[in-house]
Structure formats: C-alpha cells, structure tokens
C-alpha cells in the first residue's frame, strides 16, 4: 500500500492480490473455513483519497475508472451501496474505537474488478483504515489496526504489510514471505462474477456428495520452495486452488478461461481467490500483452496486464 499526503489530503493506493495457492483446511467452529493461502500483491490499484473535516459525517463518493460499466454489474451495485461499504464501515469502526467525532471526505476511484477474487474491497478497507488513522491523527499500532481489520474482513490484513505472505486461519494470520516482484502476469475478469459464500457452499455440497466432510490437502510447501529459489517453472506448476473445481460447476467461464490459458502456452494458471478472475504466469512483458489482446479478442472479459510486487 503507497500513501502520499498533500497538505490535509491522503492518497493511497489500494492493490489487488492474487492466490497461488489456496487450499481449505476445514470448517471452524465460527461457521468460516481454515485457510492456508499464498498470495501475492499486483500493481492493479484502486485509489483511496481521504480529507478530514469537522462536519462529524463521512460521505463516500465511488467512481470508476472504466466507463464502459454497464447497469447491474456488481461494480454499479457497489456505488449504491452507500454507508454498507466496506469503506464507511472501516472509518466507522476507527471512529468508535477511537471516540473521534470528525468526519471525512471519500473518494475511491475504482480500478479492481468487485466480486471478482481479487480482493478489492479488503484493500480499499485496509486502505481506509491507514488513512482515518493518519487524517485524524490517531496513533494507533500495527497491532491495533490488524485486530480492527479482524474485524471487518478476513483479507483485509494482509494488506496492511508489505508483499507476499502465507496467510492462515480465516486469512487473518499473516505470515510474510520472499516473493518474487515483476512477475509478468495477465489477469482475466469474465463476465459473471461468483459470490465467495456460494462458492463455499458448493465445496460443502462436493465433500458431502463424495462422503466426507474434507479432503485430501495440499501441502505449500514445494510452491513456496520454487518461489523462494525464484524456479519460475515450477511456480507454474505447483499453483493450487481448491475452489477451482466446484466454482467451475457454478461458472462456465472458469473452464473456458482455464483452456485458454493453457493454449497461450503460460508458464502456469489458476482462478484466483473464489473467482472468477483467472491468471496466467507469462515469460514476459511481451508475451502478456499479446495474451491479453487475445482473451480480449475472444470475448472472454476484460484483460489486465500486471506485474506482482515485492
């Protein structure tokens, strides 16, 4: 996360994430699931820009960046949302923690796709967290905004650190990792997007039909020795996710993105998150743009060439 002050004004930008590796561990007690995730930042920002006042409200205005949106897309849902964004809930909540009683003024240009597996509204959250601290001046610790983020969403406090990291539990324990930056990478967003607690629910319905209630797991172990040894080759061969599969049952895009992919000839791909946003690993700059020029050709969504960040 980059932040800049300009006199009483922050500006931070918001990154997108990708899983390469995803594995379910189980159900907890709490109703969510037992996480083991890798995942790593992309320069596919959103950006937050933050001014305090002393009005003691919060107004919220959502743009984005594509134009071209058309009306019930989950992004057009998102601008109604009002209040109920994650954003508004996370300068709410350091309000209350705090007892500050100064509003602020939002704006939040959207470039990440919503519903998407890229978790765009834990970023803006975590984003938000950052800058209500600093335009309000709350000294508040690492460890405070990590439990506030707890709160809010379970990604959300990955984004509070710099760069990789394998994160457990519910994706509130957060361990940081030797990633790789400048990984050229093509990221796809289809048309449909999946709601993460369907895809869920899906995989609850999978295990119980095969019967049992979990599954074989995959270790991270050889993904986070490639990634470590920087063997780009075995990166590609070593990605997982375990909602790939059944989120393919709600979603024909997955399927269709997934033999794409592997005819570009990438060096490897996955569905990112709970989808339906799917990535390839390309061998460079090159390469990713004419992937992407191709997806787009065949009418497969919206394309965007990143680089993962260190």
């Known amino acids: 996360m ?24 189980g159900r907890r007690s709490d109703g969510f699931h037992e ?32 134009r071209r949106l058309p009306n019930g897309s989950p ?9 109920d964004n ?17 509003g602020a003024t939002v704006r939040l240009v959207k470039r990440i796709p919503v519903a998407a597996g890229l978790a765009g509204g834990s970023s803006d959250a975590a984003a938000a ?14 460890q405070d905004l990590l439990r506030l983020a707890a709160q809010l969403g379970s990604d959300i406090a990955f984004f509070l650190q710099t760069g990789w990291a394998v994160c457990r539990g519910r994706g509130e324990i957060v361990q940081p990792v ?12 289809p048309p449909q997007g999946l709601a993460t607690a369907d895809v ?35 990166i590609g061969q070593a990605l997982h996710n375990r909602l790939q599969t059944v989120a393919g049952r709600l979603s024909p895009w997955i399927a269709r993105l997934a033999d794409e992919f592997a005819r ?38 919206r394309a965007f060439v990143v680089r993962s960040r260190q």
């Not at 991270?220 to 080759?233: E, K, N, R, S, Y």
Request: glycine share 10%; proline share 2%.
């Open 200 to 234: 869920f629910a899906a995989l609850r319905r999978h295990d119980e039909q095969r019967g049992r209630t979990d599954h074989e797991h995959r270790s991270i172990d050889g993904l986070l020795d490639a990634v470590q040894t920087g063997h780009l080759g075995r």
């Open 264 to 301: 570009a000839g990438v060096v490897g791909h996955l569905m990112s998150g709970s989808g339906t946003s799917y990535f390839g690993i390309c061998r460079g700059a090159r390469h990713a743009r004419g992937i992407a020029r191709r997806m787009v050709a065949r009418g497969l969504g």
């Open 35 to 66: 996480l083991e995730t890798l995942m790593c930042p992309i320069n596919l920002c959103d950006t937050l820009y933050v001014q305090s006042h002393s009005s003691g409200r919060i107004w919220l205005d959502c743009q984005f960046a594509d």
């Open 2 to 25: 980059h932040i800049r002050r300009r006199d009483d004004l922050f500006e931070l930008w918001a990154p997108a994430k990708l899983n390469l590796h995803l594995e379910v561990l």
């Open 178 to 189: 030797a990633g790789l930056g400048n990984l050229a990478v093509v990221v796809v967003t």
């Open 86 to 102: 994650l954003v508004c809930r996370a300068l709410e909540l350091v309000r209350h923690e705090a007892g500050v009683k100064l």
């Open 75 to 83: 992004e057009a849902r998102l601008a109604d949302e009002g209040a």
């Open 129 to 142: 967290l950052v800058a209500a601290a600093a335009a309000w001046k709350i000294d508040f610790t690492p």
